[in-house]
């Protein structure tokens, strides 16, 4: 199995305006990019159904408007476009940051021994993933009940505001609570009105699993443009994204 593909780039601040300095159709991207924006594509317990399943939300749109801003607000190159593999395929050694959402839905997310054993290697060998958007005390159990079987001997920790992803390019007080397209301001949704981050580290302390629970960073990314959608949200999101991205590039 190949060594994962990392890369430790310098990384500065080039503009100081997020969600709404960023315009589409600018000639930002780079053929040779260092850095791909890779979705997950997994099975849910219960079939997707005709939309695909709930690792499709959102996407591309969230995708394509997070490259943008990560080319528009900092030096790391891009790809233009989104990639999706699943947990099993050999190419997640290739990009050092995976993303996957919503796997708290449909009776939570359905790992093959195969998934399990590939994520796991993946991750102890420098990978990153992103888990976001999921709401409430029931989609955790069902999105735990599958995915402790990836580290069962692995504490999951609950991230303070003062931990280093928070710091690593913005300063952030924390995880955001960023609400859904439909969601209500200063409120999340299935009874839970606070965001917290979890993740799972390594024997170095490293974060190799972040957990965004009750906030959606997807929906962040996706209605950048959208005049409905608060711009404030917008902004947390592309600054939580960001962080976690460089966070990964440098750890």
């Given at each position: 199995m190949?060594?994962?593909a990392?890369?430790?780039?310098l990384?500065?601040?080039?503009?100081?305006?997020?969600?709404?300095?960023?315009?589409?159709?600018?000639?930002?991207?780079?053929?040779a990019?260092e850095?791909a924006?890779?979705?997950?594509q997994?099975?849910?317990?219960?079939?997707?159904?005709?939309?695909?399943?709930?690792?499709?939300?959102?996407?591309?749109a969230?995708d394509?408007?997070?490259?943008r801003?990560?080319?528009r607000?900092?030096?790391v190159?891009?790809?233009?476009?989104p990639?999706?593999?699943?947990?099993?395929?050999?190419?997640?050694?290739?990009?050092?940051f995976?993303y996957?959402?919503?796997?708290?839905?449909?009776?939570?997310?359905?790992?093959s021994?195969?998934?399990?054993?590939n994520?796991?290697?993946?991750?102890?060998?420098g990978?990153f993933l992103?888990i976001d958007d999921f709401?409430?005390?029931?989609?955790?159990d069902?999105?735990?009940?599958?995915?402790?079987?990836l580290?069962p001997?692995?504490?999951?920790?609950?991230?303070?505001?003062?931990?280093e992803i928070?710091?690593?390019?913005?300063?952030?007080?924390?995880?955001q609570?960023?609400?859904?397209?439909?969601?209500?301001?200063?409120f999340?949704?299935?009874g839970?009105?606070v965001?917290?981050?979890h993740?799972?580290?390594?024997?170095?302390?490293?974060?190799?699993?972040?957990?965004?629970?009750?906030?959606?960073?997807g929906?962040?990314?996706?209605h950048t443009y959208?005049?409905?959608?608060?711009?404030?949200?917008?902004?947390?999101?592309?600054q939580?994204?960001?962080?976690?991205?460089i966070?990964?590039?440098?750890?």
């Amino acid at each position: 199995m190949k060594a994962l593909a990392i890369t430790a780039s310098l990384i500065f601040l080039l503009s100081t305006g997020l969600a709404s300095a960023q315009q589409p159709g600018e000639d930002l991207y780079d053929i040779a990019g260092e850095f791909a924006f890779v979705r997950v594509q997994y099975d849910s317990y219960y079939d997707g159904g005709f939309y695909g399943g709930p690792w499709l939300t959102d996407f591309p749109a969230s995708d394509e408007n997070f490259l943008r801003g990560v080319a528009r607000l900092t030096n790391v190159r891009v790809m233009d476009e989104p990639i999706v593999l699943r947990f099993d395929d050999e190419e997640i050694f290739d990009y050092p940051f995976l993303y996957a959402l919503e796997m708290g839905r449909n009776g939570g997310l359905s790992l093959s021994p195969a998934e399990v054993e590939n994520l796991r290697e993946y991750l102890l060998r420098g990978g990153f993933l992103l888990i976001d958007d999921f709401w409430g005390q029931q989609q955790w159990d069902a999105f735990y009940r599958d995915f402790s079987r990836l580290f069962p001997d692995r504490e999951l920790v609950e991230l303070q505001a003062n931990h280093e992803i928070y710091h690593t390019f913005y300063d952030i007080d924390g995880p955001q609570m960023i609400p859904g397209r439909g969601g209500r301001r200063g409120f999340g949704q299935a009874g839970i009105d606070v965001a917290s981050n979890h993740a799972i580290l390594d024997d170095n302390g490293r974060v190799m699993v972040l957990i965004n629970w009750n906030s959606d960073m997807g929906d962040g990314w996706e209605h950048t443009y959208d005049q409905w959608y608060p711009t404030q949200y917008a902004n947390s999101a592309y600054q939580l994204g960001i962080n976690y991205l460089i966070y990964s590039l440098t750890h």
